[in-house]
C-alpha cells in the first residue's frame, strides 16, 4: 500500500492531479455544461457526489469480493454497473427533489455513469492500491477538483464575449483552448504536492 496521508490525497487531486487538467477525463460533459455558473456548479455536486460515493462503494467491491473471489478480470463490468446504480438513484432523488437542476442538467446527469472520470478514479484506485481513507480522500478531492474545474470554466465562459472571438475559435476550440491555458496555471502547482 501506498504510505501518503490521505489528507495530502485531497489536496493533491483537487489542484495537482486534478481528473480534467491533469489526465484530461471527463471531457465531453465538461465543455458540454460549462456554459452557465449554476449548471455547472449543479453537475459538479452530483459529479462529486457519485465520485465520493462510487469510488468507496468499489473499493469494498475489489478489495472483498473481486480478490478473494479471482474474479478481479470482472473489475470493470462490475465498477461500471456500481457506477451505473448509483447514478440512477441520484436521478431519481434529483427529479424528486431537485426538479429544476435535473431538467438543466438535461442528458448530461444519466451521461454521468459513463463519464471516464468517474471510472478512472476507481481504477487509479485499484491500481495505486489505496486504504480505505486515501480512496474516500482520493474520491471526495477528485470530484472537488472537477467541480472546481467545470465552475471555474463557466465563470471563464459566462464572462466571454464571443463576437470578440474569430468565428472559427467560438464554442468548443476557444473552450479547449481555455481548458489547455486552465491546464497550466495548475501544473504552477504541481510543486506544492503530487500524487502517482
Known sequence: ????????????SIFTSNMIFSNFLGMCSFIAVSKEIPTAMGLGIAVTMVLS??????????????LPLGLEYLMY???IL??????QLLE??????????????????PLITV?????????????RQYTFLQT??????????WALAITAMAGIRARLNENSIPEGLRGVPITLIITGIMALTFIGFSGMVQIQ
Open 115 to 127: 463519464n471516464c472520470a468517474i471510472l478512472g478514479v476507481s481504477l487509479f484506485m485499484v491500481t
Open 136 to 145: 474516500f480522500a482520493f474520491g471526495v478531492g477528485s470530484g472537488l477538483g
Open 53 to 66: 460515493a462510487t469510488t468507496v462503494l468499489n473499493y469494498f467491491v475489489y478489495w472483498y469480493i473481486l
Open 77 to 79: 463490468i462490475l465498477f
Open 92 to 109: 431519481m432523488v434529483m427529479d424528486r427533489y431537485l426538479p429544476t437542476l435535473y431538467y438543466a442538467l438535461g442528458i448530461f446527469l
Open 1 to 12: 500500500m501506498i504510505q501518503v496521508h490521505p489528507f495530502v490525497i485531497l489536496i493533491a
Open 82 to 87: 456500481v457506477i451505473a446504480a448509483f447514478v
